[in-house]
């Protein structure tokens, strides 16, 4: 017949064969869906960057997270979204809190049918917005935020969340909480450390989310996103200091980070599909430049592509369905 001699298309030819021959495979129970809670609501507040995402009351959470059970969704991660902050954070330690609160709520509707994970972070609980306690200068004093964690940690632990999440990016965070935990007798509780968070212009939706009353940034902690070996040796400390998974966070703008964090370890990774990577997807689907459904399935197939055996995503409930349809 002649030229070409190979035809790589005859395995693209059909539904069924593409199926047959797939090498990425993105669950259900690959996803992980983030909620917010927010004290003292009757009912969810929608927000506006990001369509079809609510703020939660104590009521609608509960139906969210018996929901994400029934499509099969892996975890789902709480955010709590406090009516008063202070200086140091105090509502995230307070075991009346409304993020402990939440994870009782969420306990007691699906138990231990799905994960339950939670946010170890004071950026939503202080009335400077940011991640820790301040020194007297205005910068984030490292060791006296860790003292912090602790407390949090173990108010998390109490209420029953499966797995924690340190978020904050402070050097020696795993370590602390990891032997606060142990040391309290709750060896079971996992940790899943914010190990690549970068210092993102992605986040902006999630500051809406919760109410964020942070002036500035973040870069003195969170990560340059020039660089890639920095990352790669946070994952390394984390894992040292008892991480038990480790996350990716931004997810699409870092996929060449990932692919590297899942070669050098052998822990379970995540990728956090972060608020503006949803926000722009939403936004381009309402002036109707771009197939919903494709891209949100195209996106979280990326990720897993590159590794992510976890996938943090505010679609967690509505891929689940398409997943489960296809």
Not at 167 to 195: C, E, F, I, K, N
Not at 285 to 293: F, K, S
Request: glycine letters at 8%; hydrophobic letters at 45%; a negative charge.
């Amino acid at each position: 017949m002649g030229f070409p001699d190979v035809r790589p298309r005859r395995l693209r030819r059909t539904a069924a064969m593409r199926r047959l021959v797939s090498e990425t495979h993105v669950q259900p129970s690959n996803l992980i869906l983030p909620v917010f809670v927010k004290e003292g609501l009757t009912e969810p507040r929608p927000i506006s960057s990001l369509p079809g995402v609510v703020q939660h009351s104590r009521e609608s959470l509960r139906k969210a997270a018996a929901e994400a059970v029934s499509e099969g969704v892996g975890g789902i991660m709480l955010f709590g979204v406090p009516e008063t902050r202070d200086e140091t954070g105090s509502g995230g330690v307070d075991p009346g809190g409304i993020l402990n609160v939440a994870i009782r709520d969420v306990i007691a509707e699906v138990g231990d049918d799905t994960v339950v994970m939670a946010d170890l972070c004071l950026d939503e609980f202080t009335s400077h917005g940011h991640c820790g306690v301040l020194a007297a200068d205005g910068s984030v004093d490292n060791d006296a935020t860790l003292r912090q964690y602790e407390l949090m940690a173990l108010a998390q632990a109490e209420a029953g969340a499966h797995v924690l999440g340190p978020s904050g990016m402070m050097d020696g965070q795993v370590g602390v909480v990891r032997r606060a935990l142990d040391h309290a007798g709750y060896t079971d509780v996992s940790l899943l450390a914010y190990a690549v968070k970068y210092a993102s212009a992605f986040y902006g939706p999630f500051r809406e989310a919760v109410e964020s009353a942070l002036v500035g940034d973040r870069k003195s902690y969170q990560q340059d996103p020039a660089n890639l070996r920095e990352a790669l040796r946070e994952v390394a400390l984390d894992i040292e200091e008892g991480a038990d998974m480790v996350m990716v966070k931004p997810a699409l703008p870092y996929l060449d980070v990932l692919a590297r964090v899942v070669e050098m370890t052998d822990v379970p990774v995540a990728a956090y599909q972060v608020s503006g990577e949803y926000a722009m997807v939403e936004a381009a689907v309402a002036n109707g430049w771009l197939d919903r459904e494709r891209v949100i399935l195209e996106t979280l197939t990326s990720i897993r592509r590159a590794g992510a055996q976890l996938i943090l995503t505010y679609w967690a409930s509505d891929a689940a369905r398409l997943l489960r349809n296809m």
